[in-house]
C-alpha cells in the first residue's frame, strides 16, 4: 500500500492533522492508520459516566474525514524505518509513505509505588471505549468511589459520579484540587463548590495502598485514613505514548516527548509529531512544557499539516498557552497563561488584579451569574502573562479571550480602548464588563 502522507494515530492530534492535510494538498492521498474503531472526544470521557450516560454518545465522528476523501485504516503500527519510508501494521500490511504525521497522544500514567493497582475495579482513565464501557457497565454496582487525583479529570469524574448517587472521595496529594492549574483563591472556590455538591475532598495525602482480596475494598492513605471503596479511579496524570517513535529512531526530550521545531518538524526528514507525544515550551518561560490538551494538540496538528511541503514562517506553533476550563455542576473554573504563582516563581515583575462582577446586565435577569476575572500583567510593559475566570457557562468562551489576548502580546491599553459588542440577554455591562474592570485595576497598580 502506498500513500503520500500517512498520520498515525486517530485522536486529536491524528484527525485534525489528517483533515488539514487533505484540505490544503487536495491532490495528495492522505491515510489515517488507529487502533480504534470507533474515537473518543477525550474531553467529554468523564461526562459519559453521569450528564451523557454512554460511550456512543462521546464519539468523534467520521464524517469530516470521509466527506475530504481521506482513507482511514483500521490497524497498528508495529514498526517504522524512516530511511525507507515505510512501515508495517499488525494486519501484515506494507505501507509506504511521503510524508509521516505522529500523533500517537498519551497512555494513563499510575506510578509503581501504589500497591494493590491490580486488583479488580481499580481503573485508569484511557482514551478506549471498550474499556470505557466495562466501568459503565459495572458502574450501577458502585457505592463508594475513591477518585485519586485532583486534576480537571479527577474533578470531573468526581462530579460525574456524584451525580449518580454514588458516595465519592476525592483525594490529591497537592494542598488544593486542581492545584498546578489555578492560584489558590480560585482553587478555593472549586473545592467549596464540589464539597456543597456532596463530593468528599482529601489534600496534602497520597494513596499508600488500594486493599482487597482480589478486588478493591478500600484505600490507605499515608496519614494513616483508611477508605472503603467498591471501586478507584487513577486519574494522576498522563505520559506520551512515544514507545513506536522511539523505537523508529526519533528523539525523545528528557520529558519523553518526541523533539520537534516550531514547524512540528522532528529530525528526521519528512517526519512530524503533533499533539501529546510531541514537545512543547511554555509560550511566556519558553521552558519545556508537560501540558496535554486537545486543544492544543488541534493548534500542532494544524500547524504540522501546514507545513507539510512547503515552510510558512507565519504557520508556527510558538508555545502551549494552556487554556484549561472546566464545571462542578452550573459552575465555570477557567485559566490561560501564566498563573500568580509561577508568574512569582519565574521571577517575572508583575501586577494582579481581581474584579468581581455579573455576565448579564441588569442583574435581575433570571440567568445571570456571578463573574470573577483576574488578570496577571508584566509591569514593565503591560503586556497580558495570564489570566483566570469563574462565573457561569460563559466563562468558556471568556476565557478563549483572554488565550487570545495572551497569544497576541495584548497589552492593558489593547484591552481599555477595546470595543466590545455587548446585550442585556447575552453579555454583562459595557460599563462594568469584569474582564475590562479587571484591565482597569491593574492600569492603575502599574502607576503606584
Known amino acids: 500500500m502506498k500513500t503520500d502522507v500517512l498520520v498515525i494515530g486517530g485522536s486529536a492530534a491524528g484527525l485534525v492533522a489528517a483533515m488539514t492535510a487533505k484540505s490544503n494538498f487536495p491532490e495528495k492521498d492522505v491515510t489515517i492508520i488507529r487502533k480504534e474503531v470507533k474515537v473518543m472526544i477525550p474531553c467529554g470521557i468523564p461526562y459519559i459516566f453521569g450528564t451523557i450516560g454512554t460511550t456512543d454518545k462521546n464519539i468523534l465522528p467520521d464524517a469530516g474525514l470521509e466527506k475530504l476523501g481521506v482513507n482511514i485504516l483500521i490497524d497498528e503500527v508495529l514498526s517504522v524505518d524512516t530511511d525507507a519510508k515505510t512501515c508495517k501494521t499488525k494486519s501484515g500490511k506494507d505501507i509506504s509513505y511521503e510524508k509521516m504525521i505522529f500523533g500517537t497522544g498519551s497512555l494513563p500514567f499510575v506510578p509503581a509505588s501504589i500497591k494493590g493497582q491490580e486488583l479488580k475495579n481499580v481503573y485508569t482513565v484511557p482514551k478506549n471505549k471498550d474499556y470505557l464501557d466495562v466501568i459503565v457497565e459495572k458502574m450501577n454496582d458502585f457505592k ?16 460525574e459520579f456524584n451525580k449518580k448517587g454514588i458516595d465519592v472521595t476525592l483525594v490529591e496529594v497537592l494542598p488544593k484540587i486542581m492545584g498546578t492549574a489555578f492560584d489558590p483563591e480560585f482553587s478555593d472556590i472549586a ?3 464540589l464539597k456543597a455538591r456532596g463530593v468528599k475532598v482529601i489534600t496534602s495525602t497520597k ?9 478493591v475494598s478500600s484505600v490507605l492513605l499515608t496519614n494513616g485514613t483508611e477508605l472503603e471503596a467498591d471501586a478507584v479511579i487513577l486519574s494522576i496524570g498522563y505520559k506520551p505514548n512515544t514507545s513506536l517513535a522511539k523505537e523508529s529512531g526519533l528523539e525523545l526530550n528528557e520529558a519523553g516527548f518526541i523533539k520537534v521545531d516550531r514547524y512540528l518538524r522532528t529530525a528526521v526528514k519528512d517526519v512530524y509529531a503533533a499533539g501529546d507525544c510531541a514537545e512543547k ?4 518561560t519558553g521552558k519545556i512544557s508537560k501540558i496535554m490538551l486537545a486543544s492544543t494538540a488541534c493548534a500542532e496538528a494544524r500547524v504540522a499539516a501546514f507545513n507539510l511541503y512547503s515552510l510558512s514562517t507565519t504557520n508556527t506553533f ?9 464545571c462542578v455542576g452550573d459552575k465555570a473554573y477557567a485559566v490561560a497563561g501564566l498563573t500568580e504563582t509561577v508568574a512569582k516563581n519565574e521571577n517575572f515583575e508583575y501586577v494582579t488584579s481581581m474584579f468581581a462582577g455579573i455576565d448579564r446586565h441588569p442583574g435581575s435577569l433570571s440567568d445571570t451569574s456571578k463573574q470573577i476575572v483576574k488578570l496577571v500583567v508584566q509591569k514593565c510593559s503591560g503586556v497580558i502573562l495570564g489570566g483566570a475566570a469563574y462565573g457561569g457557562k460563559s466563562v468558556g468562551e471568556l ?8 497569544q497576541s502580546r495584548m497589552t492593558l491599553n489593547d484591552l481599555l480602548v477595546a470595543q466590545i459588542g455587548t446585550q442585556p440577554m447575552l453579555t454583562a455591562s459595557p460599563a462594568a464588563y469584569p474582564l475590562i474592570k479587571a484591565a482597569d485595576i491593574c492600569k492603575k497598580q502599574m502607576r503606584t
Open 144 to 159: 463508594k468511589v475513591v477518585v485519586v487525583g485532583a486534576g480537571f479529570i479527577g474533578v470531573e469524574f468526581s462530579d
Open 191 to 193: 473545592e467549596e463548590d
Open 207 to 215: 494513596v499508600k495502598e488500594i486493599k482487597g482480596d482480589g478486588a
Open 281 to 284: 515550551h511554555d509560550f511566556a
Open 318 to 326: 510558538r508555545g502551549t498557552i494552556g487554556i484549561y476550563s472546566t
Open 399 to 406: 476565557i478563549n479571550v483572554i488565550g487570545f489576548a495572551i
